[in-house]
């Protein structure tokens, strides 16, 4: 079939067989070899980067009629974030691909050693709808740097955006190995049936189950981006003007909290918990004024579904009680308030499940020392927080809260930085990517090892002698005269 009928194929919809028809035009894609080069990841890089530049006021336009998102947000944290990745692989590239040399043992000389970094194949990305722009094209940058053909499905949450990509992304891209499929769960669980290279999901739990379920048919490696419930730690020593100022953007400006990584809950000491509560509802009256629900800098909560999901955690008769600043709603607009709840119940549903929106509670003991112990009885979250001026404290942290990524008064920025690992731990997520974690998550790295026909060793062929068997034991064990005994070729045959 040509590229024109598959391209029609995945615009009139995916089911089995229309699926199966474009992996197959993939893996012809791919096993043409044009993948490979680096010119061709180059020119799909720059493609990429030229279309971010070209069609910027378009995407600002599909994030703000997906979730209202604040034009500054949608510049700041997805707009140049993609510009960035795509820029650091363009720059670092060509030295992830080149082999990398490595030692080889006594037992293989003479040789040599080196670890080849090669494309897994064909893979599927799935995307989420919070950030639906970064979240599709960061993994797409990193399997194309990795020379792999790819399928995108973004998600049907947030359809402005879904269908902003299925209409500019072939026009900067190789459409023969680069391909885009909208759809919602039917056209999900027919690309899941299919056999992929590699599945790489970003979402929730629940769903991420389902594709690692759906993997495990094929023997398919996953990369599985999820999330959980992000504490933040927060000591009496900190400045606390500085400290709630970068919890609220990191809670309230990241999606109006619709962010894996977005501070969950508080954690802090009894006595602190006063001034740290009056210190937030400064900042985020002075952030987003007397009445939050009219301010341009919050985004809305994405539908009616996740707006009645929220309000049912508020209306918990467990949990109505603790409100100590916001809560107002406006279900017409689907815009809920930032909201502050102080000691809400442990077992409240609030505290049990991941909140992914506006609401933030904050939990006292009576010793900091508490909070890492209640932080390490949840599961392990994405991203754990720390405020403290005290070293030891950070290090005693660093050193026992297992999570994802951490970070130390601030919160969020660690994503930012290409040089790190991003991806979770345990439920938060399987696998991490990010510049050249990127690249190494659609690799394959393979094993060389170069002999030439020198060298030869006669006790490693049968038949085993005792002297056979005891220059090979040195061999083994480091011996320079067993080595100088092979290389003589001792014993003789």
């Known amino acids: 079939m040509e590229n024109g009928a598959e391209m029609e194929a995945v615009g009139g919809g995916c089911d089995g067989?229309?699926?199966?028809?474009?992996?197959?035009?993939?893996?012809?894609?791919?096993?043409?070899?044009?993948?490979?080069?680096?010119?061709?990841?180059?020119?799909?890089?720059?493609?990429?980067?030229?279309m971010i530049d070209d069609k910027e006021a378009?995407?600002?336009?599909?994030?703000?009629?997906?979730?209202?998102?604040?034009?500054?947000?949608?510049?700041?944290?997805?707009?140049?974030?993609?510009?960035?990745?795509?820029?650091?692989?363009?720059?670092?590239?060509?030295?992830w691909?080149?082999?990398?040399?490595?030692?080889?043992?006594?037992?293989?000389?003479?040789?040599?050693?080196?670890?080849?970094?090669?494309?897994?194949?064909?893979?599927?990305?799935?995307?989420?709808?919070?950030?639906p722009f970064l979240l599709s094209i960061d993994p797409v940058i990193g399997a194309i740097a990795a020379g792999n053909a790819v399928a995108l499905k973004p998600s049907e949450v947030a359809p402005a955006t879904s269908s902003l990509f299925a209409t500019i992304l072939p026009n900067y891209t190789d459409n023969s190995c680069v391909k885009?499929?909208?759809?919602?769960?039917?056209?999900?669980?027919?690309?899941?049936?299919?056999?992929?290279?590699?599945?790489?999901?970003?979402?929730?739990?629940?769903?991420?189950r389902i594709v690692m379920t759906a993997a495990a048919k094929h023997l398919t490696p996953v990369?599985?981006?999820?999330?959980?419930?992000?504490?933040?730690?927060?000591?009496?020593?900190?400045n606390v003007i500085v400290a709630t100022k970068r919890i609220a953007v990191g809670k309230w400006g990241c999606n109006n909290g619709q962010a894996c990584i977005a501070p969950d809950y508080i954690l802090t000491t009894k006595s602190f918990a006063?001034?740290?509560?009056?210190?937030?509802?400064?900042?985020?009256?002075?952030?987003?004024g007397k009445d939050p629900l009219e301010s341009s800098d919050l985004s809305r909560i994405v539908n009616a579904n996740h707006f009645r999901r929220l309000t049912s955690l508020l209306d918990d008769e467990k949990v109505s009680g603790t409100i100590v600043y916001g809560g107002q709603q406006d279900e017409k607009r689907l815009k809920i308030a930032p909201t502050l709840l102080l000691d809400v119940p442990h077992d409240s549903l609030i505290m049990k499940e991941e909140i992914f929106g506006p609401l933030l509670p904050i939990i006292t003991f009576n010793e900091v020392e508490d909070c890492?112990?209640?932080?390490?009885?949840?599961?392990?979250?994405?991203?754990?927080?720390?405020?403290?001026?005290?070293?030891?404290?950070?290090?005693?942290f660093v050193k026992t809260v297992s999570a994802?990524?951490?970070?130390?008064?601030?919160?969020?920025?660690?994503?930012?930085?290409?040089?790190?690992?991003?991806?979770?731990?345990?439920?938060?997520?399987?696998?991490?990517?990010?510049?050249?974690?990127?690249?190494?998550?659609?690799?394959?790295?393979?094993?060389?090892?170069?002999?030439?026909?020198s060298g030869e060793a006669p006790a490693r062929y049968p038949p085993y002698t005792p002297q056979k068997q005891k220059i090979l034991r040195g061999l083994i064990n480091g011996s320079i005269i067993a080595l100088l005994l092979a290389i003589l070729g001792w014993p003789r045959d």
Not at 62 to 87: F, G, Q, R, V
Not at 191 to 204: A, H, P, R
């Open 274 to 288: 006063p001034t740290l509560v009056d210190a937030m509802k400064r900042t985020l009256e002075k952030f987003y």
């Open 372 to 396: 890492m112990d209640f932080i390490n009885s949840k599961a392990k979250p994405l991203a754990a927080y720390l405020f403290t001026k005290d070293k030891k404290l950070e290090e005693l």
């Open 58 to 95: 378009e995407i600002m336009a599909a994030l703000h009629d997906d979730l209202a998102k604040p034009h500054m947000e949608s510049y700041l944290h997805e707009i140049s974030l993609a510009k960035a990745a795509c820029t650091f692989a363009l720059k670092e590239m060509k030295r």
């Open 180 to 208: 885009v499929v909208e759809g919602s769960t039917p056209e999900t669980t027919a690309l899941l049936e299919q056999k992929w290279d590699k599945i790489f999901y970003t979402g929730s739990g629940k769903v991420g």
């Open 97 to 131: 691909m080149k082999p990398k040399k490595v030692p080889t043992s006594i037992t293989t000389f003479p040789s040599s050693a080196e670890i080849v970094s090669e494309p897994l194949g064909v893979v599927l990305v799935i995307s989420a709808w919070n950030y």
């Open 404 to 453: 994802g990524g951490m970070l130390i008064n601030d919160t969020a920025l660690h994503l930012a930085n290409p040089h790190l690992p991003f991806g979770g731990v345990g439920e938060s997520g399987i696998g991490a990517y990010h510049g050249k974690f990127s690249f190494d998550s659609f690799s394959h790295k393979k094993a060389v090892l170069s002999r030439g026909f």
């Open 223 to 238: 990369a599985l981006e999820l999330g959980g419930k992000c504490p933040v730690l927060v000591d009496s020593n900190v």
């Open 17 to 50: 067989a229309r699926a199966a028809v474009l992996v197959a035009g993939l893996r012809r894609g791919f096993a043409s070899g044009r993948t490979r080069s680096y010119e061709w990841r180059a020119a799909q890089l720059k493609g990429i980067a030229r």
